[in-house]
């Protein structure tokens, strides 16, 4: 029996009791994202390429953003608290609940739509999931799909935990001083998708540095297709902003003691500044007591995914013995500037903010002067002219359209005869 959360009770009900009018494609690939594999660029590629996937391949990547995320909300017992959803600024369960309801009547609407044979979701947000709210998003997704292949990547320990410690700190997870470390268990994220889904996962290592996008493509078949990786990967952060931005996060945090989102759109824009100071230039890294600390420490994940997953190949393991690491502290903390470099890195990113006010101010300023130019206010004219004589959307709206169309179709002919 799966227990859904009680609020949306009547949503799931809802939509267990029309499996019968639900189309079912053939497939479905469930991503699960693990964090710093490449997600966001998988997600990016197959959103942009919605229409391609659909035409070429019938293979619909579902919904009106990049990421699933939402799905996690449908089975949450406490919505309110996923970041996702504070992002929204819903007033209330009510708000959320309306939310929701609309996020997956729309995600069955469009499937039924377009009767795809295969449906890509995917999101790094599902392995924060429980087991029991796995199950309930396995409820939902056989009343659309017949079979469910669950599918992640996995980066090895070392390149993973710096990149992650990264992340949570642009994010403002983490605050004042931290050390890079092993954090995640990889067997219990595995076995509680594989408890909840009732098969076995499929996971592909992920090399650093690699097409991670033409992988995933060529994985499921989607070959044809024009991605390019570089236009979906995400920038880095060197030591300098990592160091900073700690501290940004202490004095002026993301979330609040009950881990709500505290909207701050100032804290933003420093946030952008420390990062785009050009004195940032060192690389984070770890020293060679952290590498063997998070050998240690993921020993058992990584046995467990090369013997189960990678067929007993050590694509992870032997990416210790290539490590080039030194003796020296790596605590990312503000204590690593000395006064007179954190007052030049301040002074750098003071400027990168100047900078962008200059530029609102010329823009607001260009932006006034063209609103009080006669020719603006000769094109107002004409415009309101022209609703009032060809009103939107009226009979002569679309005469006058079409005969537009027409000229500038015969435009382009001529042009192209006289070449």
Known sequence: MVCTPKYVETIFAHGLSTNAMNHKAHQLILHFGLPKTGTSAIQRALFNQRGELLKNHNTLYPGQYENHFFFQGLFSKQPESLIQIQMLRLQNRDGITDFLESYRNEILAEINKVKPRQIIISSEYFISMSVEELRAMHEFLRSFAENIVLFAYVRDPWSWSLSLAQEHIRTGWWKSEVKVTYRDSLTEIFNKFETAFETVCIAAPYIQGSDIVKDFCGRFGLLDLDFSIQKYINAGMQKEAACVMLLLNELYPVFDQNQNL????????????????????????????????????????????????????????????????????????????????????????????????????????????????????????????????????????????????SFFALVRILRRTQT
């Not at 997953?309 to 020296?328: H, I, V, W």
């Not at 690593?336 to 900078?355: I, R």
């Not at 000769?378 to 079409?402: E, G, K, Q, T, W």
């Open 262 to 405: 505290i909207t701050d759109p100032a804290r933003d824009w420093m946030a952008e500044a420390i990062q785009s100071s050009p004195l940032s230039i060192t690389p984070l890294r770890f020293s060679r007591n952290t590498a063997r600390e998070i050998y240690e420490k993921s020993r058992a994940d990584v046995e467990m995914v090369e013997k189960r997953y990678f067929a007993g190949k050590r694509f992870l393991s032997e990416q210790y013995s290539t490590l080039k690491t030194s003796d020296f502290d790596d605590t990312l903390s503000i204590s690593n500037f000395t006064v007179e470099q954190l007052s030049e890195y301040l002074l750098s990113c003071m400027h990168v903010l100047a900078e962008r006010a200059v530029e609102g101010y010329w823009t607001y300023e260009e932006l006034i002067e063209i609103k009080n130019s006669k020719t603006w206010k000769m094109i107002l004219a004409f415009r309101r002219l022209r609703v009032i004589l060809f009103p939107i959307n009226s009979h002569r709206d679309r005469i006058l359209r079409r005969l537009t169309d």
